[in-house]
Nanobody, 125 residues
Framework: QVQLVESGGGSVQAGGSLRLSCAVY????????MGWFRQAPGKEREGVAG???????KYADSVKGRFAISKDKFKNTLYLQMNSLLPEDTAMYYC???????????????????WGQGTQVTVSS
């Protein structure tokens, strides 16, 4: 059984930075595909970033150049470094794990098999 545990959320002013972590239990971060999603109140959950087993990364246009996804295979942890945060980045952030290579459709929620419980990010103007 795979368990994903996010941490690192919080409140920050616009222009600030946060780093989210997702500890993975029961599977290796080096296998297949992992992603970060977010969901703001009243909105659909959307893909933010993804990373394949070979390190290829994917980003939503809205976060390109500001966010960076990475993984540490020794700590079995996924990260999302978020810089130059904007109020519109406010959302609950979730990490997700896919048991196959989904890079061609990484932002589709239904392609992921396991999800974390989420961590809240609030950006004030």
């Amino acid at each position: 059984q795979v368990q994903l545990v996010e941490s690192g959320g919080g409140s920050v002013q616009a222009g600030g930075s946060l780093r989210l972590s997702c500890a993975v239990y029961g599977y290796s971060v080096s296998m297949n595909f992992m992603g970060w999603f977010r969901q703001a109140p009243g909105k659909e959950r959307e893909g933010v970033a993804g990373i394949a087993n070979d390190g290829e990364t994917k980003y939503a246009d809205s976060v390109k150049g500001r966010f960076a996804i990475s993984k540490d295979k020794f700590k079995n942890t996924l990260y999302l470094q978020m810089n130059s945060l904007l109020p519109e980045d406010t959302a609950m952030y979730y990490c997700a794990y896919a048991t196959w290579d989904i890079r061609s459709a990484w932002a589709r929620r239904s392609n992921y098999n396991y999800w974390g419980q989420g961590t809240q990010v609030t950006v004030s103007s």
